[in-house]
Structures are given as C-alpha cells and as structure tokens.
C-alpha cells in the first residue's frame, strides 16, 4: 500500500514552503503543497477542514491531472502533483488529504468507500499564521526541507520523530518523546526514564542521528557509548535502513560537545533513519535529552524557544517505574517475604539477615555483623510476618520487612544496596545538566490503604537516596494511576477518609518535595463539570493537611482520547480535549508545563490514536489547538480565572492571561460541548476602557479577525468547542455581561430537590435509579451510581431503549418557557448524547406541541489507514455535541408539561452504530441526562419541576 504524503522543495524565495517533510507551513508564505498518488488508478485528491467541509480537490481523468501547476501522462506513484489552493488561499488550521480511487474497487472490503471511490491514502497538512514576533518559528533544523518522500507505507525514513522506545517493543512504549517537537507547539517538556536504577543498559531509551548531531550535550570528552540498530523493527511498521551491528558515539575533543556516529553506513543516512538503541546507556542518553531541553528552552537570546514568563516552568523529570529500592527475596518452599534495608547508605558487607526456627515457637529473625554469626539485632519467637512487622520495621537500624509470611532462611544473607546506589549515580549525573526532579520509586503504585505502611517504606528510601546524593534535587509522588481526593458522589468520604488523604495522615508528606499525579479518572468526554469536583476533591485534601504550598505535576494522562474506548474510530474533533484540559489545569494553578502531554507518538495500539504525531510523521489535530494557545498566550502567565455566571460557568471555561512586563492580556474562552445555535455560540464581553473600540480575536485554528463594539458597547465575541483569544491592550479588563442570546438578566437556578428523586418513571423496564433533574444539581462522576451526589437520569445503563423515548417535565401550575438547556450524557463510556429530539410542550399531558427541533446525527465513515497514519477503520467528523442550549423560535408560551421527545442518542462516544465492530465496549442508544433547566428569557427566571 502506497500513501499520500505532502511534499515541497527546499524554502526559498521562489518556493517559500517551511516543511515539506511533517505537511506543515506557513499561511503568509503562500505554501504549494504537492502529493504523490497512492497507486495508479487514483482518480482524485481531496483536502477538507476542520469541519469535514471539502477546501479544494485535485481530479484526474485517464491517468491526467486536470487541474493543478503539474501533470503526467500517466497518475505514477512517486510523481509530484500541486493541490490547488483553496479559494483565497490557505487560511490557517489543520486539513486531512484523502486519496480516492473511483477504477481499482478490490480494495472496497479491505480499506472502505466513501464519497463515491475507495480508500487509498489519507495524511494530515497544517498551516500555520506567519512567524510571529511574539513566538519563534517552527525549528527548520529538526524538519529538513530536503526530506525525500517515502514510496511505501512502512515510515520510519525521518528523524523528526525521537525514536525512543523502551526494550523489546518500538513502539509500544509511551516515554517516547521529542523535546523539540514539544518546544514547536508550547506544550510541556517530558518525563526521561530510567527503567532500571540497577542496570543502565537495560530498558535505555533511543537516539536518533538528528539527536545526537550538533552542539547538544557536554558528556565527558572521550566517553563511547554503543547504539545497537535493529532491522527487527520493520516488523513494526517502523522500518530500519540501518544495517544490523554495533555503532559508536565518541565526543569530540572540543570545549563544545557534539557527537558524531562513526560507522559510515550510518552516518551516510543522517537524517533518514531511526537509531534503536536497545543496547545503549540510559543515563548518557538522559543527558543528551537535559541538554536538548536546555538547548531549546532555557537560555535568553539564544534558545529558540526560550519564554521569558515561561521557561522557567518547563523542566524534564526522570521516573523510575519499576521499583528503584532495594529489597531481598527471601523463599524457602514457595512461601517468604522480603527484606529492605533500613538504611541503605549502611554498606551491605557489614551485616547479614538470618532467619531460624524460633527459640520457642515461630521464626528467630537475627541481623549479625559480616561474619553472619555475631549477632547485632535478634527478634526471637515471631509468630508470622505481621509480628515481625510490627517488632522490626521503623525499629531496626539495619531491616524492614514486608511479605506474605515468615519462611526459614538458615544461611545468613546481605541486603543489597545497588538500586540506592543507582539511584544516586543517576541524581549525580543529570543535576549537573539541571535536571534535578526524580519520581520513583515506582509508576503508579497501589493506592489501596492496606498498601500504604509497605509503599511509605519504599518512598522513604528513595527519597533518602536522592537527597543523599543531592539535598536541592526534588522527589516527586505518589503518581497515583487517579485523583484519589474526596469522592464527590460520597457525602461521607473527607479529605483525612479518602485514600489520598490516609497516605497523607501517615507521613508521606515527609518524602515528597512536589506533587505528582495521573489522571485517568479527570474529565472524560471533555466533561469539565466532573473535573472540576474531582480535581478540587484532590486539592481539598492538600488543604486539609497544610500542604498546598508545594508545586503539583500531572505526570501522566493528559491526551486527547485518555479515557475512551473508541478503538478503530478516529475523531479529529476530540482534540478539542487537550486545550481544554490545559485550560482547566492552569486555572488550578498547574502550568501546562507540569501538566504533560501523553503521547508524542503511537504507543502501538494503531488504532487507538491518543498521540501527538501520526508515523508518517504529520500533526494530529489537537497539536493545531495546542501551537494556537502557545502563540497567544506566548510570555503570559495565568491571570485570573472567568466567570460566565451560574449557567454558563456550566458550558464556557475561560481564562486571562497576562503579561508580567507590559501588562497586556489574552482572554481565553472555550466551550465544553459544539453548541450550533442560531447566530453561533458566543460571549458577549464588556472592556474597562470605553475609549477601546475594537478587540483582535483569534480563533483556535489561528484565524484572525477584528471585532468592533455593538450597538449597546459591548463586544460579542464568537466562542465554540475551540478556544477563541481576545486581545486586551494594557491595564484593560474584559468581564462577561451574557452568553450565546441570552438576557443579561438571566439568574441563577435556584438549589431545589425535585420531589420525584428516586421515581421510577413509567413506560421503563427495569429497576431503574432516577435522579431528578431540573433541580440545579448536576452529574459529577461518569458512570450510573445510586450514590447520594450522583444526580443524572438515565435508563437503565446500556441495556439500551426502544427509540423514540420520552422524558415529562410536570408543573403543580402554569410555568411561562422559551429556553431549554440540555447537558445530556457526555460521551463518556455509555454517557449517550441526544442527537436527534423535539421540545414539546402540554397544557394536559396528553395533547403535545412540538416547540423547537433539534438534528444532530452524524455518522462513521469506513476509511481505513495502516500504520503510517493511525490505523483505524473508521472516520467521523461528528461535533460530539452532548450540551444543547435549545431556544423556541417563536417566543414564550405557558405549559404545564415540558417534554423531551427523542428519536435518537449517540452509542456512547460514537454517533452510531456504523463503527461499532471495532469498538471495544459498542454501548447502546439510551437517554442520558445530567440536567435540564428550563427557562424564560422574558422574566429570566426558572421554576422547577416533578419528573414522571
């Protein structure tokens, strides 16, 4: 299979294109962008938008180019095609290039049609604004211009991506990383490994040519380290065009280090080929990747990408996942347990450990000096290992234990000390690049309480082993897998009962300098009402214990499709997730450079894209939103968090940012959900200084425009599911006076429980749970609960319903109604969102007037891809609107009953069952609500309901 990739000559003057190699130029440089045909029977190309709208196409007919700057006789692979520019030229944002082939349909089963033609390729382009002044260009040196385009589907033939995969697996890692892509879109620096704080050698990472060219490090003048190249990665669909063997790294013998791979063979190849350095150094190659972060990041008028309100932020990390302490096994007939050393700075040739049969009864545990028989500690008649616990551990200078039980161990044995060794040697090493943030000693350790006294153990003795080496280095933890603050859905879980909180009462504090966490339990469907509760949940417990003065790390999670199941099914529009996720984080006092985007590149899984660059080295579209927000946002620091008033603070996050120096700003808005309401969903913003008469607005793709005030002085300003920028000039503030078209006067829902909490409505099957709805409280966890603050409705969780369904609203009286805002389901596992349903009023309950309609069904198109691009088999371009801010065309009307009449839901993340093969949980339509509030624009205020 042959795919599509674009493609340009080196930049110049008469040929002004920035990366021909990753589909990435510059708007203001007037790109031409050419392609390559998939096959020979190619009949066109298409490029569409953001919103699946088709930009420009290039047909061919009898083998012919019919429009474009080249043809050929015959449509060739490898042949340079121009795609003609869309009208007006390229306009900033991402595009995806499709390739169809209307002759050759064998293919149809294999790879999909759609559009009339089959599947034969699909690539990313991105187009950029101009270089702005305010944030520097893209690095050219990491993306040559020269680049040749591949002919076949196996990639792997560019260095821009840093090959750095763990042992044993290329591409199925996850700390694969590339710092200068990183620095290129503004995002986070990245975590560097050390699988094994024993053995360097094993587990390293990867370097590639690119990498290791240049003035890059400064490693001990002489040093020589090996690079092994495994042609076994082809089997990846990686590719390797080295030849197998042993390849050397030598510094140079000049004050600044750069390195050079000696064997010709490779260094013929610069700049089209991966290193695989299964056999290589990890800690050398640790200190190459400090020193590239260095390199771009940190040093003023020198560093490509230094920040003056930022670089201070954006600091690698190491993690050891797998267990950085040292512990002895002691196993006598299948049964034992093990032994830590108290103190591993104690050298482990001055004792032994031996365990004999008790005295009396049970086991004789005896810490003797070398000899293994002059006895130093006894603890005689230890019935099993809890016993022994609780006499030995925090107690002995030399032992801890933890294990299953006791086992008999006569012969006298040494507590091994290596791994605190390691530990120290790796903190010598990189602190004197400036790395100097360790998380260990383990990747996300059990949280449960029963693990808490064995995991306390263990952190204490890797926080001695880092401070031992360097008391100014940081430790940081725990890195649970989730927030484990206070359950929002559990009114009697506190932030000292919250397994968060038990680790803290116990004294971890004691070992930690900084916070880390995973957060795979935050957000899901982009649901920020839920990850406001459970991140506070998180930071309450902090409070709790007077320990929120210490900076916090998301170490791991934050990525477009963290919490989805929608294998086989790619979505461009849930990048959308990564500025919203960064959006909220800052807004709790988490930059986005501790805040780690995850991952650069596949983790394997092709069809489960939750990466930054496809392998055929192209932007995913969440990167576009990402560079967007680094170029506005460029030299400000979080300001202050917006308010979009009680309803709306339910739809829009919004953040200003400011500039410490010259005091300008950049207000940041983003809605949770596409809206699609009549006039475009919008902010209407309201300036300090009546003398500002237009705002520069910039949109999430890096369009811009400029606003002028309305006719009542204020600005309305268009914010989507992306996030728009607002310019404000110096000392100029902007607050929110409405949202979308509603009334300025529009109030708070009133907190009232609805009298049918509990109720099963008729018409169901099942012994359903309902919460109310139409009560002011709202969903705060992603799954069906009868918990006390679990408040959605829903059938009965994915046994899915008979379509169309309804759900009755019922007032004791007459209620005047011109509004209703839905927040359905959020496409979270089977969170269904209404898609397809009707606004009807009753003045009986029995004779229904539809008020207002609302059409939103998409579909899955098969287009399948391999893995140069992401590998799925499906495409959607659905909105993913699960919010719905529904308006009665003509005005209000008083009713008795309001009624949601549904035809249609999503099948959780997905919008309908076309894709549903290749899904891993194919989740059915059903109703889910979060909450319904009813409204009257004219008096602006609601009344509440009883649900039946």
């Known amino acids: 299979m042959t795919w599509a990739f674009p493609y340009g000559a080196a930049a110049s003057a008469a040929n002004p294109t920035l990366n021909a190699a ?14 390559t045909p998939a096959r020979q029977t190619v009949t066109r190309i298409e490029v569409r938008d953001w919103y699946d709208n088709v930009v420009t196409s290039l047909p061919f007919v009898a083998g012919r180019v019919v429009s474009g700057d080249e043809y050929s006789a015959t449509t060739t692979p490898g042949t340079m095609y121009a795609i003609p520019a869309p009208s007006g030229g390229w306009k900033p944002g991402w595009y995806r290039l499709y390739q169809y082939d209307d002759i050759n349909t064998a293919d149809v089963g294999a790879y999909g049609t759609w559009n009339g033609g089959v599947a034969v390729g699909a690539t990313n382009i991105v187009i950029l604004r101009t270089q702005l002044a305010s944030f520097p260009p893209f690095d050219p040196t990491v993306h040559p211009a020269d680049w040749t385009v591949p002919t076949t589907g196996s990639q792997g033939t560019t260095d821009f991506l840093t090959a750095l995969f763990p042992t044993g697996a290329p591409g199925l890692g996850g700390g694969s990383i590339n ?15 050390m699988d094994s704080a024993l053995d360097f050698k094993g587990g390293a990472y990867h370097v590639t040519q690119k990498q290791i060219t240049g003035n890059v490090a400064t490693l001990t003048l002489g040093e020589a380290h090996t690079l092994q190249v495994g042609a076994a990665m082809g089997a990846y669909g990686i590719g390797a065009p080295f030849t197998d063997g042993a390849y050397t790294i030598t510094a140079k013998t000049s004050t600044t280090v ?4 000696t064997a010709a063979d490779l260094v013929a190849t610069a700049g089209s080929g991966y290193v695989y350095s299964s056999q290589s150094d990890a800690l050398v190659n640790n200190r190459i990747q400090q020193a590239i972060s260095n390199e771009v990041y940190t040093v003023p008028n020198t560093s490509p990408h230094y920040d003056p309100a930022r670089s201070a932020l954006r600091q690698t990390w190491v993690e050891f996942p797998n267990l950085a302490v040292d512990f002895l096994q002691v196993i006598v007939g299948g049964a034992g347990f093990n032994v830590l050393p108290a103190d591993p700075s104690r050298d482990p040739a001055t004792y032994r450990v031996v365990v004999t049969a008790g005295t009396v009864s049970g086991f004789k545990i005896v810490v003797t000096q070398a000899d293994g028989v002059t006895p130093i ?37 040494q507590v091994p000390n290596a791994a605190y060794l390691g530990v120290r040697a790796t903190v010598a090493a990189l602190t004197s690049l400036g790395l100097d943030r360790f998380e260990g000693p383990v990747n996300e350790p059990s949280p449960q309480p029963q693990f808490i006294t064995d995991n306390l153990k263990v952190w204490q003795l890797f926080h001695k082993a ?53 957060i795979y339990n935050v957000q899901p469907g982009g649901d920020f009402n839920v990850a406001r509760a459970l ?10 214990f007077g320990v929120n003065d210490r900076p916090v790390w998301v170490t791991e999670g934050l990525n477009p499709e963290h919490i989805i199941h929608n294998g086989g099914v790619w979505s461009p529009r849930f990048g959308r997730e990564m500025t919203l996720q960064t959006l909220l984080w800052e807004q709790f006092g988490v930059p986005r450079e501790r805040a780690v985007l995850w991952y650069d590149i596949s983790h394997g899984f092709w069809d489960y894209p939750t990466w930054m660059l496809d392998a055929d080295q192209t932007w995913e579209p969440g990167m576009v939103l990402m560079r967007v927000l680094a170029e506005e946002t460029w030299g400000k620091l979080h300001h202050t968090a917006m308010s979009f008033g009680p309803i709306g603070d339910r739809i829009f996050l919004g953040s200003v940012y400011r500039n410490p120096s010259d005091l300008t700003s950049v207000a940041v808005m983003q809605a949770q959900s596409s809206l699609q309401v009549d006039g475009g969903s919008s902010v209407t913003l309201e300036v300090s200084d009546s003398t500002v008469l237009d705002l520069e607005v910039v949109n999430g793709l890096g369009h811009q425009s400029t606003l002028e005030r309305d006719v009542h002085g204020y600005f309305r300003v268009p914010v989507e599911d992306i996030p728009t920028y607002v310019h404000l000039p110096a000392h100029v503030t902007a607050t929110v006076v409405t949202c979308n078209d509603w009334p300025h006067t529009m109030s708070a829902l009133i907190n009232s429980a609805s009298a049918a909490s509990g109720v099963v409505p008729t018409g169901r099957t099942g012994g359903v749970f309902v919460k109310a709805i139409n009560d002011d409280q709202w969903e705060l966890y992603p799954v069906q609960s009868t918990q006390p603050g679990s408040v959605y409705w829903a059938d009965t969780a994915n046994s899915g319903t008979t379509l169309p369904d309804t759900v009755t609203l019922d007032w004791p009286r007459l209620t005047r109604v011109d509004r209703v805002i839905v927040w359905s389901g959020n496409l979270s596992l089977n969170q269904n969102a209404l898609s397809d349903f009707d606004v009807q009023t009753s003045m009986d309950g029995t004779t229904w007037t539809t008020r207002a309609t609302v059409a939103r069904e998409a579909t899955c198109r098969q287009w399948s891809t391999d893995s140069s691009s992401h590998g799925c088999r499906y495409e959607t371009y659905w909105s993913r609107q699960w919010i719905h801010d529904v308006k009665f065309p003509d005005g209000p009307v008083y009713a008795k009953y309001v009624r949601l009449y549904v035809r249609h839901t999503s099948h959780g993340e997905l919008p309908d069952a076309t894709g549903l093969s290749y899904v891993a949980d194919p989740f059915k339509p059903s109703v889910v609500l979060q909450e319904v509030a009813v409204l009257c624009d004219r008096n602006a205020q609601p009344t509440y309901a009883t649900l039946t």
């Open 22 to 35: 990753t589909g990435v130029y510059y708007a203001d440089q007037n790109p031409v962008i050419r392609v």
């Open 179 to 193: 710092l200068r892509l990183r620095a290129a879109i503004g995002a986070s620096t990245a975590r560097l490994t």
């Open 258 to 261: 750069s390195f050079a791979l």
């Open 377 to 413: 500690e006894t603890y005689d008649n230890v019935a099993d290992i809890a016993h022994a616990q609780a006499a030995i551990n925090w107690v002995s200078a030399y032992i801890w234990l933890n294990g299953p039980e006791l086992v008999n161990t006569p012969a006298p044995v």
């Open 466 to 518: 880092v401070k031992d080496e360097n008391s100014s280095a940081k430790v940081l933890g725990p890195g649970y897998v989730e927030l484990f603050g206070v359950n929002p859905l559990d009114p009697t879980d506190t932030p000292a009962s919250c397994w968060f909180g038990q680790l803290l009462a116990a004294g971890f504090a004691d070992y930690v300098d900084e916070w880390s966490t995973h």
């Open 535 to 544: 991140i506070q949940g998180w930071f309450d417990v902090l409070d709790h």
